[in-house]
């Protein structure tokens, strides 16, 4: 789960231990901006290199230089740095080192000026993710953009390593004329909440599931790897593998990769491939920091909806790991996925406790000075209609009124439409228990239905919980539609 921070000098990184410093080094050496090598590490691994050993893609270390039948990245670094690519495997400093000097490369290829802002990077990160389908390369790339706008934190061992909420604007290029992945919510074809992107022809089997065989298993699986690298490879036509759905760490976002009809690749027997839908997770097996609330909720609803579909009971007969399929080689999802809270959410049982949403139009929940207009052009509205206004050097907040029935940790989503003119770096203040915290949203994207901006501890009480501010660098008009605060 990630920790939302406040953009100031004082807290914009914790700088200790070995790979703080690896990181600081490298940027300096290969003169990338050291947050955004951070965040894309962050986005990769959670800073994990895993002992050396490689993604389901064939990536390696805290910055997954992939080695694989169509991307040699592992060994572009090498080549760059002089050190051999068992280092890279295994040491850790060496594979930031390797990382920077890949997107340092990347940026002379794609003519990156020296003096180029954090916002100008954002095709070189596109590049880096070795996605062959642009869509899925600004998938990437958007992802690393939503952290640094949010902020992160994340572990190293002991060592703790942050990036502050940053106010940028991604300057996408060629990238805006890609499909918006987080657009296509309706093009599922069997679970209307998720996005449809599909696998490679040759990585599963076209099916008439269930008229050629009988769906009665649900599959757990754990990517081994990021969410755009999983969709990315699941694309690659060497890969020979697939699953039905891939779920996002971060927020639980949900991409269809094969139709429910058909028998994807996941499950390593073949008998049970033909007989179950596989669902992957974002993340690695032996680090649970990946494995967040949000995430388990959007799975288990998945889960549930396929159950009620297929007859599939739902008990652990009827849902199991990818270790318990016969013959399994694989020990996913590992032991610190938990069961009785999955099992829990699939049932019914141990859900949201609270939950309210507060629209722009909620009677006497919402208020914003008259500088903010109103809008019926986007049908992504919430509601009726929603509130926009010009980006200004002054606050100026639209504020979201709650009543919070008790103090504790409260997940904050929002909604909005998104269009290209509006606003790349809109700043939402959340009032927290320890002062007023601020995340940066894209709104250009991700719109048209639930996002969450975090997790923050809330005060109990009636009080104006999350504002919108016009108070950025960013461009566009910033948008207030609504908002869900949740427990």
Same mark, same amino acid.
């Given at each position: 789960?990630?920790?939302?921070?406040?953009?100031?000098?004082?807290?914009?990184?914790?700088?200790?231990?070995?790979?703080?410093?690896?990181?600081? /080094?490298?940027?300096?050496?290969?003169?990338?901006?050291r947050?955004?090598?951070?965040t894309?590490?962050?986005a990769?691994?959670?800073?994990?290199?895993?002992?050396?050993?490689?993604?389901?893609?064939?990536?390696?270390?805290?910055?997954?230089?992939?080695?694989?039948?169509?991307?040699?990245?592992?060994?572009?670094? %090498?080549?760059?740095?002089?050190?051999?690519?068992?280092?890279?495997?295994?040491?850790?400093?060496?594979?930031?080192?390797?990382?920077?000097?890949?997107?340092?490369?990347?940026?002379?290829?794609?003519?990156?000026?020296?003096?180029?802002?954090?916002?100008?990077?954002?095709?070189?990160?596109?590049?880096?993710?070795?996605?062959?389908?642009?869509?899925?390369?600004?998938?990437?790339?958007?992802?690393?953009?939503?952290?640094?706008?949010?902020?992160?934190?994340?572990?190293?061992?002991?060592?703790?390593?942050?990036?502050?909420? /940053?106010?940028?604007?991604?300057?996408?290029?060629?990238?805006?004329?890609?499909?918006?992945?987080?657009?296509?919510?309706?093009?599922?074809?069997?679970?209307?909440?998720?996005?449809?992107?599909?696998?490679?022809?040759?990585?599963?089997?076209?099916?008439?599931?269930?008229?050629?065989?009988?769906?009665?298993?649900?599959?757990?699986?754990?990517?081994?790897?990021?969410?755009?690298?999983?969709?990315?490879?699941?694309?690659?036509p060497?890969?020979?593998?697939?699953?039905?759905?891939?779920?996002?760490?971060?927020?639980?976002?949900?991409?269809?990769?094969?139709?429910?009809? $058909?028998?994807?690749?996941?499950?390593?027997?073949?008998?049970?491939?033909?007989?179950?839908?596989?669902?992957?997770?974002?993340? #690695?097996?032996?680090?649970?920091?990946? #494995?967040? *609330?949000?995430?388990?909720?959007?799975?288990?609803?998945?889960?549930?909806?396929?159950?009620?579909?297929?007859?599939?009971?739902?008990?652990?007969?009827?849902?199991?790991?990818?270790?318990?399929?016969?013959?399994?080689?694989?020990? *996913?999802?590992?032991?610190?996925? *938990?069961?009785?809270?999955?099992?829990?959410?699939?049932?019914?049982?141990?859900?949201?406790?609270?939950?309210?949403?507060?629209?722009?139009?909620?009677?006497?929940?919402?208020?914003?000075?008259?500088n903010?207009?109103?809008?019926?052009?986007?049908?992504?509205?919430?509601?009726?209609d929603?509130?926009?206004?010009?980006?200004? %050097?002054?606050? $100026?907040?639209?504020?979201?009124?709650a009543?919070?029935?008790?103090?504790?940790?409260?997940?904050?989503?929002?909604?909005?439409?998104?269009?290209?003119?509006?606003?790349?770096?809109?700043?939402?203040?959340v009032?927290?228990?320890?002062?007023? /915290?601020?995340?940066?949203? $894209?709104?250009?994207?991700?719109?048209?239905?639930?996002?969450s901006?975090?997790?923050?501890?809330?005060?109990?009480?009636?009080?104006?919980?999350?504002?919108?501010?016009?108070?950025?660098?960013?461009?566009?008009?910033?948008?207030?539609?609504?908002?869900?605060?949740?427990?």
């Amino acid at each position: 789960m990630l920790t939302l921070v406040l953009p100031t000098a004082a807290n914009a990184t914790t700088r200790t231990g070995p790979l703080t410093a690896a990181f600081d /080094q490298a940027a300096e050496t290969y003169r990338v901006p050291r947050d955004l090598l951070v965040t894309i590490a962050y986005a990769e691994t959670h800073f994990d290199g895993h002992a050396g050993q490689p993604s389901a893609s064939g990536g390696y270390g805290v910055m997954h230089l992939v080695s694989n039948p169509t991307a040699k990245v592992l060994e572009k670094a %090498a080549g760059l740095t002089g050190l051999s690519k068992r280092a890279l495997r295994n040491d850790s400093g060496a594979n930031v080192k390797g990382g920077a000097a890949v997107l340092r490369a990347y940026a002379d290829e794609l003519g990156l000026p020296a003096d180029a802002g954090l916002g100008a990077w954002y095709p070189v990160v596109a590049k880096y993710s070795n996605a062959a389908d642009p869509a899925t390369a600004r998938l990437y790339a958007d992802t690393v953009y939503d952290f640094l706008g949010k902020g992160l934190t994340g572990a190293a061992g002991a060592e703790q390593i942050s990036v502050a909420a /940053q106010n940028v604007t991604a300057e996408r290029g060629a990238y805006a004329e890609a499909q918006d992945l987080t657009a296509m919510a309706a093009m599922s074809p069997d679970y209307p909440p998720a996005a449809w992107v599909a696998a490679n022809s040759g990585n599963y089997t076209a099916s008439s599931r269930e008229s050629s065989y009988n769906i009665d298993r649900v599959i757990i699986h754990v990517t081994q790897g990021s969410y755009a690298g999983t969709i990315s490879w699941f694309q690659n036509p060497s890969a020979n593998v697939s699953a039905h759905y891939v779920i996002r760490s971060s927020d639980g976002a949900v991409t269809q990769m094969v139709r429910d009809k $058909d028998v994807a690749w996941h499950a390593g027997n073949w008998s049970y491939n033909t007989r179950s839908i596989g669902i992957e997770h974002e993340g #690695f097996v032996d680090n649970p920091s990946w #494995f967040t *609330d949000a995430m388990y909720r959007s799975s288990a609803a998945l889960t549930a909806y396929l159950c009620n579909k297929y007859g599939i009971p739902k008990t652990r007969t009827g849902i199991i790991g990818h270790n318990e399929v016969p013959g399994a080689t694989h020990t *996913d999802p590992g032991r610190y996925w *938990d069961w009785n809270k999955y099992m829990q959410y699939v049932t019914g049982g141990g859900g949201t406790t609270w939950s309210t949403i507060v629209d722009n139009a909620t009677d006497g929940r919402f208020t914003a000075s008259a500088n903010w207009g109103t809008s019926t052009y986007s049908t992504q509205r919430h509601g009726a209609d929603y509130r926009f206004a010009d980006p200004v %050097a002054a606050s $100026d907040a639209a504020w979201f009124k709650a009543s919070i029935p008790s103090s504790g940790t409260y997940n904050v989503e929002v909604w909005y439409p998104a269009l290209p003119g509006y606003n790349s770096s809109a700043p939402y203040i959340v009032a927290t228990s320890s002062g007023n /915290q601020t995340v940066y949203v $894209d709104q250009r994207s991700g719109g048209g239905g639930w996002r969450s901006i975090g997790t923050f501890s809330l005060n109990a009480g009636d009080y104006n919980v999350v504002g919108v501010s016009r108070w950025t660098s960013g461009t566009g008009l910033v948008i207030a539609d609504a908002v869900r605060i949740s427990k």
